[in-house]
């Protein structure tokens, strides 16, 4: 499977945007889009979730949640000309205190224009943090509760039933009663959300009156209702890079025939970390190369001339975690005995899960990283990775001994291997020994004058904005 003939399949004709809500001129298509093409991946891959489920909360926890998204509810932040809304995962705790690791620099270039709104981690907030930031929640909880008065039309019913038979008919999916379910059940939750979501933006920007606002996981499509309020009110839109967003993303390219349908519901602008990002997707949006603020700050842990660590980095994904276990196993004893320490460093999301999905390497003495990416990179020498990821990428800024192992998976997702490509866990070793690098320039990746980049970009909005 090759994702262009997924984009050819369902979207070349353009009749899959037909389907739409009759109050809205939204095709159904595009709630549903990101679940609907991830679901093909995950099951032509066998791919994990690398989002691992969270204990139940206590009842304390709880009372904090509420205290908090009350006390620091988005309504009381003070009025701005660029809102910045953001997910709580991309934060980072430094002298004890959380940072924004996306945005936070962007925040202190242009501090008395920016405010920064954040959602909860798994409705749990991040604190305390280093500036001041208010948080979303509760407009999303009160379009919740709005929705649960709103009867769905019969109407409504019978177009999500023929947009799923137009599904079924595109011969991409097995007979899968589960994701056409989900699809199901996600566009009813939906459509009773749409006008309430789109009526309590609105409002919201009404007050705030800003002139700028840069939406997080905007081409994941999930933030209809606060670009298209925010455009309808002449707010300019955008987006920044906050992962990789390579050649098969499902965000982060479009079928060319409907682009140009679909612009409306995108935001204006798609801020990128550097030229590669920009080059290699495909959406609507207006690109523009900035840099990744946090990765290129780092850069003074760099090490001219270091001397040999013998340390290996393997990098998990968390979607081919039992792959990864394997390649490791495999590989250990001829690697320990070359003299090479092993460090594992698990996603973010399956930290949870560490003990229980890395038992055995755990037990055979490989080390488990959660420590500053960036001082990791520092202190070794390669950089082992079974899924194409930003980490891999990031690592060209410490080291040329960046390994992506050859699979259909991740020939899925980079036909164009910016790496050293290996096989198996023989092949990997005899790379490691013959000492090969990579040559790509780091700043192709990795724009370094973000700072300038980003005052341009402001500037340019926000001057020609009254």
Not at 69 to 75: D, V
Not at 294 to 310: P, R
């Amino acid at each position: 499977m090759k994702f262009d003939n997924i984009l050819e399949t369902l979207e070349s004709d353009g009749k899959i945007l037909n389907f739409r809500f009759t109050t809205s001129q939204i095709p159904m298509y595009l709630f549903v889009r990101f679940m609907l093409i991830q679901s093909l991946i995950n099951k032509e891959f066998n791919l994990s979730n690398p989002h691992v489920k969270s204990n139940n909360k206590s009842t304390k926890e709880i009372l904090k949640y509420i205290y908090h998204t009350l006390k620091s509810n988005l309504f009381f932040a003070p009025k701005k000309d660029i809102y910045i809304f953001s997910s709580g995962i991309v934060n980072k705790f430094e002298n004890k205190k959380y940072t924004n690791r996306l945005y936070d620099e962007f925040y202190q270039l242009f501090k008395d224009k920016t405010q920064i709104i954040e959602s909860s981690v798994k409705l749990s907030y991040l604190l305390p943090k280093k500036e001041k930031i208010y948080f979303r929640d509760l407009i999303d909880i009160m379009i919740i509760l709005c929705s649960k008065t709103v009867k769905l039309k019969k109407d409504d019913v019978d177009t999500i039933d023929n947009f799923i038979k137009y599904l079924r008919n595109k011969n991409l999916f097995d007979v899968d009663d589960v994701i056409f379910n989900d699809i199901k059940q996600t566009l009813i939750k939906l459509r009773k959300r749409m006008s309430i979501s789109f009526w309590m933006y609105s409002q919201f920007l009404k007050i705030k009156k800003p002139k700028l606002v840069i939406v997080e996981d905007a081409h994941y499509l999930g933030q209809i209702p606060l670009i298209t309020a925010a455009k309808s009110l002449g707010i300019t839109t955008s987006e920044y890079q906050h992962g990789y967003i390579g050649l098969a993303h499902p965000a982060y390219n479009y079928h060319e025939n409907i682009q140009s349908s679909i612009k409306e519901f995108l935001p204006e602008y798609l801020l990128t970390h550097g030229e590669y990002w920009s080059s290699v997707i495909r959406v609507p949006s207006q690109k523009c190369s900035i840099g990744l603020v946090d990765l290129i700050k780092k850069t003074k842990y760099i090490i001219t001339n270091k001397e040999k660590t013998n340390q290996i980095l393997f990098i998990s994904g968390g979607t081919v975690f039992q792959e990864l276990n394997e390649l490791i196993e495999n590989s250990f004893e001829i690697l320990n005995k070359l003299g090479f320490k092993l460090i594992l460093r698990p996603h973010p999301s399956e930290i949870p899960a560490v003990k229980k999905r890395y038992s055995n390497l755990i037990e055979k003495g490989v080390i488990i990283d959660t420590s500053n990416l960036y001082e990791t990179f520092s202190k070794v020498d390669i950089v082992i990775g079974m899924e194409a990821s930003t980490v891999l990428f990031e690592a060209i800024y410490f080291t040329k001994k960046i390994y992506l192992m050859n699979t259909k998976y991740t020939q899925f997702y980079e036909p164009k291997n910016s790496f050293i490509g290996f096989n198996n866990g023989f092949e990997l070793i005899q790379l490691i020994n013959s000492e090969k690098e990579i040559e790509q320039d780091s700043n192709y990746f990795w724009d370094s004058n973000w700072k300038q980049n980003y005052i341009n970009f402001i500037e340019n909005i926000i001057g020609n904005k009254k």
